[in-house]
């Protein structure tokens, strides 16, 4: 049976031939195997593609266990990872800096940054990890780079709102990551690729309190994409800067949800944090592995009609819920 391999398939099979590092090719077969048709004709291919792919992620496992790790590889930590990526001097650092601890470099020359720097940033309980990546040119970006790109679960696109080729930078970006398929159709990620839709990147405009810069941000919005958010700041605007936390939260697109023993006040101290759309079986799963078996009601507080309301066990939380679960 003939296997008639689609256009996308081709473009991803490509893609791992001119794959330099381990992390890319592991990329390239997981868009193979997640566009390949799925059909007889193609069940040998797509064993063959399975089968590459655990060989390049236990080699992965072993450099990571001999300390020869991916420059680019950053661990997760907190409520998310966002990675910010745009052209050199455009505020990145500047702006992980002022919204972090992280020790970043901040310099008029470009390139100052060479490898990702990851800082934590606070936002009201709960840390969420900002990744300072190296910068990008027209067309270019550093090997490795995309797969930790890929890997995140949000995307800052950074522009200078001050430079003249604000506007210039800001497509070359986008027409970068969609050439290296980190910017995706909804319908190849729902097929198992990584990578990240509109919906989940956001273009932050920074250095909006030097000249030129209102202008240019008129601009930059008249050009984006629709889906794609803008978000001006500045890091000398302390408000600026509290409206952007939020707004990184919100991109995430995640709840935090507290709990509440029986008879007692809720814990507001560490809140669970799970993905909108949650619901209370879900956050049961968060709690204990075994809770969702043993589930036998919930209260809520909250987003429930009332105080303390029982609720079923599909009942979709809200941010800042209280959930008591009764096992």
Do not use: W
């Given at each position: 049976m003939p296997a008639n391999l689609t256009p996308q398939y081709l473009e991803a099979e490509?893609?791992?031939?001119?794959?330099?590092?381990?992390?890319?090719?592991?990329?390239?077969?997981?868009?193979?195997?997640?566009?390949?048709?799925?059909?007889?004709?193609?069940?040998?291919?797509?064993?063959?593609?399975?089968?590459?792919?655990?060989?390049?992620?236990?080699?992965?496992?072993?450099?990571?266990?001999?300390?020869?790790?991916d420059p680019f590889l950053v661990e997760r930590h907190g409520a998310g990872q966002v990675a910010l990526v745009g052209f050199p001097n455009s505020g990145k650092s500047a702006?992980?800096?002022?919204?972090?601890?992280?020790?970043?470099?901040?310099a008029d020359y470009p390139f100052s940054t060479v490898l990702p720097v990851a800082g934590m940033m606070e936002f009201e309980d709960i840390w969420i990890q900002l990744v300072d990546m190296p910068p990008v040119t027209s067309g270019e970006?550093?090997?490795?780079?995309?797969?930790?790109?890929?890997?995140?679960?949000?995307?800052?696109?950074?522009?200078?709102?001050?430079?003249?080729?604000?506007?210039?930078?800001?497509?070359?970006?986008?027409?970068?990551?969609?050439?290296?398929?980190?910017?995706?159709?909804?319908?190849?990620?729902?097929?198992?690729?990584?990578?990240?839709?509109?919906?989940?990147?956001?273009?932050v405009a920074t250095k909006t309190d030097l000249p030129r810069a209102q202008d240019n941000l008129a601009i930059i919005r008249e050009y984006l994409p629709p889906g794609l958010e803008m978000v001006p700041a500045s890091v000398r605007s302390a408000e600026s800067l509290e409206g952007l936390r939020r707004r990184v939260f919100e991109l995430l697109g995640i709840i935090r949800i507290y709990t509440k023993v029986p008879g007692q006040p809720p814990d507001m101290g560490q809140p669970f944090v799970l993905k909108k759309g949650s619901t209370v079986l879900d956050m049961a799963a968060a709690v204990h592995r075994d809770f969702p078996s043993r589930l036998k009601s919930a209260r809520i507080w909250g987003s429930a009609r009332f105080d303390g309301q029982s609720v079923p066990r599909d009942y979709v939380l809200h941010d800042r819920d209280v959930v008591e679960l009764h096992v």
């Open positions: 490509q893609a791992f031939k001119e794959a330099k590092t381990i992390p890319e090719k592991i990329a390239a077969l997981e868009e193979m195997l997640a566009v390949i048709p799925k059909h007889k004709g193609t069940e040998k291919l797509q064993a063959d593609i399975k089968r590459r792919l655990a060989k390049l992620r236990d080699e992965s496992e072993r450099k990571a266990k001999t300390g020869r790790q702006l992980v800096g002022a919204l972090t601890r992280a020790k970043v470099t901040v970006m550093p090997p490795g780079m995309a797969g930790a790109l890929r890997n995140a679960d949000a995307l800052l696109i950074v522009a200078d709102a001050s430079s003249d080729d604000c506007l210039d930078q800001l497509e070359d970006v986008l027409s970068l990551l969609g050439e290296k398929r980190i910017l995706r159709d909804a319908t190849e990620l729902e097929a198992g690729a990584r990578g990240h839709t509109l919906e989940d990147c956001m273009v």
